[in-house]
């Protein structure tokens, strides 16, 4: 069985969407839809698949080193297709909610299509092991963070560096790409660990 163990880092909208995105924001603020400003309205545009962006993937198969898809988002999105062509098993943190829906609206965004056809069917394991929804066993009201769980496994966490989620947009525009490349990479070994850890592997 091939495992493939992943974790996305993503981006607000580019440049050149600013402007739809301004009108767009305009119209709900004078509808009372809403209360945020511009620039936070941007800033959450990171967690929408519409028009946030991702800026790499990490992964690893099996217990092969973890290795990272960065560059053009579509070539990114299209290698990740290729490597689940093999996949029995996704394996993330929080992939039903953020990365593997986020993965699937920038496919159809760009053209990229899937080479899989995955059911979002909840409340089981195969062929995607979210690893949050498992240790909660899907009480949505009790959601743990990846650090979290790290500190209760007693395991390195991947967050205290100079990169982490919050500051990945930053970090993009101060031209560090490699450095969210080895944190998103960072997270796909801590996922994995935990993943063992939950099925009494080690």
């Known amino acids: 069985m091939n ?15 600013k402007k739809i995105l301004k009108e767009y924001h305009e119209s709900r603020v004078k509808d009372g839809k809403e209360k945020k400003s511009f620039e936070e309205f941007l800033e959450q545009t990171s967690f929408d698949g519409a028009f946030g962006r991702i800026v790499c993937i990490g992964y690893a198969i099996n217990d092969n080193p973890s290795q990272v898809l960065s560059g053009d988002e579509k070539s990114i999105l299209q290698k990740f297709w ?10 993330g943190f929080n992939v039903f909610d953020f990365d593997l829906r986020f993965i699937y609206q920038r496919s159809i965004i760009l ?18 092991f979210d690893v949050m929804f498992e240790w909660t066993k899907w009480n949505q009201k009790a ?3 990846l650090n979290k ?6 395991l390195p966490t991947s967050k205290g560096g100079e990169v ?9 525009k101060d031209g560090r790409i490699k450095e969210i490349c080895e944190y998103c990479m960072k997270d796909v070994d801590l996922t994995r660990k935990i993943y063992k850890k939950m099925i009494f592997e080690e």
Not at 82 to 91: D, E, Q, R, V, Y
Not at 111 to 128: M, Q
Not at 164 to 172: F, R, S, T
Request: hydrophobic share 40%; glycine share 4%.
């Open 111 to 128: 053209g990229a299509r899937p080479s899989v056809d995955l059911s979002f069917i909840r409340y089981r394991s195969n062929p995607i």
């Open 149 to 154: 769980l790290a500190k209760a496994f007693d």
């Open 143 to 145: 959601v743990p963070s």
């Open 82 to 91: 290729g490597i689940a062509k093999s996949t029995n098993l996704f394996i």
């Open 3 to 17: 495992k493939l163990f992943f974790d996305i880092e993503t981006l607000p909208a580019p440049e050149e969407k």
């Open 164 to 172: 982490e989620g919050k500051n990945v947009a930053k970090a993009y």
